[in-house]
């Protein structure tokens, strides 16, 4: 049942792609219709009226979507299904090679990331009709929009149930693919043509080693279905080298640091309903490639990867956000973000490695569960924030920082969904993202039961550095809101922006956060549904979890940490409404309004706010190192002997150091490469014909 | 009976903090050679604020009006986690010491949003200011607490000090590196001299009064109030985890007697030390800030690592 509901899924997800392929006013089409229902005039003629209809854009776009949504839906429910029975169904499917047929399969891993993809995809549904909308009369058609968005969501549906890595792959590449068309969708600039570029380059370096990476295990494991790469018995050099590949392949998806400068680039440049699918989801089945090969695939699991994820992603994290804080595009901003969540996912997984290397299979759980639980919260909350950007960009057409301002008042709605996705992001009692992190904190707070030295302090130092992560992203998205939705408008679009019309775009982001502030405040029963996964990967399950009942969490012991979310926001709910009720009901004293206080000099206008890169000034002067900021100061002198300055301009630039260090070298070196090997093009004819006889003789003298 | 006790605990520890306000400020006024206000100013203060009509300025939203019962609801719950007089009570089960250092980070948030609100330049410099130093003290304050989490094998506050009363009075050097840590987080995150200056209203060096400087009325006596709680709460955190010697363990009136008794005999102590380095130092440039988080962070980092090293190597042998 669960496993027809996710080949519902794919199936829904395809059909939105033919029928965004499909023009139902062109002739064919019509030449179509009129044989099939020649019979029956009065129904052609219905048809055709309907096709003929003004609003026919309007319904066909929305059946575009209504079907993406159907697929979200059933991929949910096939997740749910498959997280609650446990058992792997597995199915063979008459396609691929003739020897080689391809098989599927179900369990509960596949299962919970279908749920991470399924609830964005639902949120996607609802609101892209409203933003596709501009499209319509836009030089770029809505066919290939709707048709690479189709068969980018099926491409990531097909990966999760993959059990072979033929299929694996085939669907990576028509995930990447696909992907790559919806960023190079607004190809009209330079820009976007270059990010495209660069994505599609790096999704298939990445999958190259990817390909190496299954390859290892299939020469030991003989075949290429995943039970047979799952038998594959591997000497540690050989396990460590297949590792090394998966973690470069995935994590070069996943936007790892160093080969992350890809992301930041790629992800803002697509439609925003892309970008929220993109840094929501698609990341997060990177992360599910790295599971399945590195938890499941793997026979084996040395501490020295764990050691190698850690560090990782524990960089990722840091620096991350560190770059996220000084970029003034929004969109941007959230990608950068992405790269910081996906740190602090591998951070989880590393050291879920460790303690499982270390034979402690239930603090390997724990940490597990947090990564895990912090993929859904990211998808959740990453969506949201994806979506109402987008939705900014819809009303204002303004992406940057520097011109928003006060828009709680144009847009209170959307106002009020995005500071519940600030909040969570920022990793904030009582919301989602919290949990995770007190999760992960805790998980590496039991490095005292490991008996290697080096590794008991390498992880507390790596829970330092996520401190500070999560330290600075509040420091980010609190400039993010206060920049965006607080203060006076820095600009003419900003100050006359109106509400979000289409209601379904507002639905979305708020079915997303509705699902952020569930998750935030009942954790427990999500964790408790996540035993058959645990069970699968590492064999244990949290039995801890619940304790002292389904309110708490407690992941090791009630005595060694427990967290009561629900009983904290009734608390907090408490105190807040008895001080509302004392002092504002009971006094009945009205505020009165005035003006700010100004000085006395009279009127402050918008351009003395904090700007945005005023905001995060002290934090890229402490910083420093971590950048590479290039500031210019130019000055027009007027007057005698130049001394009176009429015109100051300042600009700065935060680099990203990934790009000067290891894409720009590595780009000059594939170019040096290039020139090295033409040299074999001469150009004349001769020097061919050389060629040709050498290869042949070679040849020959291979056979013989 | 135990919920109620909490509670009442709970009520105590709102109920003192103007006292401890105004104990220090009396302390302080003593040191500088100047004629001390009352005790009772703080409440007085408190009192005359809450009769006052507020004012709104023009450009506010609902954040700036919701800010100041958020940040008091989220001190409030953070003292009720807080064991004050009596270990074991039931809301100290709630939350752990990271949701409480999350509760911290709430409350600055709606601050410093409230802040960013009406689109002032004061209001945006203190806000950037506030996340900023909030960005580097909150990871050490987070590392002094796992240093002592490590050793007690529990994050939950109320099981730490119970570990320190039983293993009695041991000197460890992760401890003393980590009580060095939080004292000095203490001391940024509470807005004191040398990284803010309470008394302070000359616009360039403000952090905390930029950020709450349209307030006015009620709700600036609930961000008064919540901000000598937080001194309070830092003062319990250091004095209870640190030196938890005389808080009640169980709920007879004398060992509560007695809690209550030596808490307020220790903040009054942490007061004076406060008040002495506060006339001692002078207010540091806000690119010196860093360099003296980072001296926390680090005498953390180094507490946590010498406790991994030194202490719990000698555990497994």
Known sequence: ?704 | MDWILAILETLLFIGAAPLLAGWTKRVKCRLQNRKPPSLLQPYRDLLKLYRKQPILPHPASWIFRAAPYVVFAATVLTAAFVPLVAVNLPTAKIADVIVLVGFFALARTFLVLAGMDIGTAFGGMGSSREMTIASLAEPAMLMAVFTLAMSAHTTNLSQAMNYVLDTGLVLRPSFVFALGGLMLVAVAETGRIPVDNPATHLELTMIHEAMILEYSGRWLALIEWASQIKLMLYGVLIANIFFPWGIARDFSPESIGIGVGMIALKLALLAILLVLSETAFAKMRIFRVQEYLSFAYLLSVLGLLSHIILEAARVHH
């Not at chain 1, 169904?89 to 369990?107: A, N, Q």
């Not at chain 1, 058959?532 to 009942?549: E, F, K, R, V, Y």
Request: proline share 4%; glycine share 10%; hydrophobic share 55%.
């Open chain 1, 1 to 704: 049942m669960s496993l027809f509901l996710a080949y519902l899924a794919v199936l829904a997800a395809l059909l939105s792609a033919v029928t965004a392929a499909i023009d139902g006013r062109s002739p064919w089409i019509d030449a179509f219709i009129a044989k099939g229902l020649g019979r029956w005039p009065q129904q052609l003629a219905r048809v055709r009226h309907s096709l003929a209809a003004e609003d026919y854009a309007a319904r066909h776009r929305q059946l575009l979507f209504t079907l993406l949504g159907g697929s979200g839906i059933a991929a949910l429910l096939a997740g749910i299904g498959a997280l609650a029975s446990g058992a792997p169904l597995v199915d063979t499917l008459p396609f691929g090679l003739p020897w080689l047929s391809w098989h599927t399969r179900l369990d509960p891993l596949s299962g919970f990331f279908l749920c991470v993809l399924g609830l964005p995809l639902i949120a996607v549904a609802l609101y892209g009709p409203g933003y596709v909308r501009e499209f319509e009369h836009g030089k770029h058609s809505l066919t290939t929009l709707g048709l690479t968005t189709g068969m980018f969501v099926a491409g990531m549906e097909l990966v999760l149930l993959a059990d072979d890595a033929l299929l694996f792959m085939i669907a990576w590449e028509l995930m990447s693919v696909a992907s790559y068309f919806l960023v190079a969708f607004q190809h009209e600039h330079a820009a976007n043509r270059r990010a495209a570029f660069l994505y599609l380059l790096m999704a298939e370096v990445g999958a190259i080693a990817i390909i190496l990476a299954y390859g290892v295990l299939a020469g030991f494991g003989g075949g290429l279905t995943f039970d047979a790469l799952r038998c594959a018995a591997l000497s540690p050099l050989w396990a460590s080298i297949a590792f090394v590949l998966a973690l470069t392949g995935f994590g070069m998806k996943a936007g790892l640091v160093p080969l992350h400068a890809w992301l930041p680039e790629a992800h803002p440049v697509a439609p925003s309903h892309i970008s929220a699918l993109m840094s929501g989801v698609m990341l997060k089945i990177a992360v599910y490639g790295f599971i399945r090969f590195a938890f499941d695939l793997l026979d084996q699991i040395l501490w020295q990867w764990g050691i190698l994820v850690l560090v990782i992603g524990s960089a990722s994290a840091v620096l991350g956000i560190l770059y996220a804080l000084q970029q003034q595009n929004l969109k941007r901003l959230l990608a950068y973000s992405s790269v910081e969540n996906i740190g602090i996912v591998f951070t989880a997984l590393g050291l879920s490695l460790i303690f499982l290397s270390n034979g402690d299979t239930a603090l390997g759980t724990l940490g597990l569960v947090g990564g895990l639980l912090h993929c859904l919260n990211h998808a959740l909350f990453k969506s949201l924030l994806f979506l109402g950007a987008g939705a900014i960009l819809h009303q204002t057409h303004e992406q940057s920082l520097e011109n928003m301002g006060g828009l709680i008042h144009r847009m209170p709605k959307l106002a009020n969904v995005f500071l519940v996705g600030t909040l969570s992001i920022a990793a904030l009692p009582p919301l989602n993202g919290f949990v995770s992190e007190w999760l992960i904190f805790q998980t590496a707070l039991q490095a005292g039961s490991i008996q290697s030295g080096v590794l008991r302090s390498l992880i507390p130092t790596a829970s330092a550095v996520l401190a500070l992560t999560s330290a600075l992203a509040a420091t980010c998205f609190v400039k993010v809101y206060g920049v965006a939705f607080l203060g006076l408008p820095r600009s003419g679009h900003i100050a006359h922006a109106k509400e979000v019309g289409h209601r379904g775009m507002l639905a979305g982001p708020a079915l997303l956060a509705a699902c952020c502030v569930l998750i935030g405040i009942l954790p427990a029963p999500l964790i408790n549904s996540l035993g058959n996964l645990t069970h699968q990967l590492t064999g244990a399950d949290l039995g801890n979890i619940s304790t002292l009942g389904w309110l708490w969490l407690t992941p090791v012991a009630p005595e060694v940490a427990s967290y009561a979310p629900a009983l904290v926001v009734i608390g907090i709910l408490a105190v807040g409404w008895l001080c509302y009720h004392l002092l504002y009901r009971r006094t009945g004293l009205e505020p009165r309004r005035a003006e700010p206080w100004d000085c006395g000099f009279g009127g402050l206008p918008a351009r003395m706010q904090y700007t945005s890169g005023a905001f995060s000034m002290p934090i890229r002067r402490i910083f420093q190192p971590a950048f590479e900021v290039q500031e210019t100061l130019e000055e027009t002198r007027e007057g005698p002997a130049g001394t009176r300055v009429t015109v100051l301009r300042y600009r700065f630039q935060v680099l990203d150091k990934a790009w000067l260090g290891l894409y720009e070298p590595a780009g000059r070196g594939v170019l040096h490469l290039a020139r090295w090997v033409g040299r074999l093009q001469t150009g004349n004819i001769r020097t061919y014909l050389g060629y040709s006889f050498f290869t042949l003789i070679f040849l020959l003298w291979v056979i013989s």
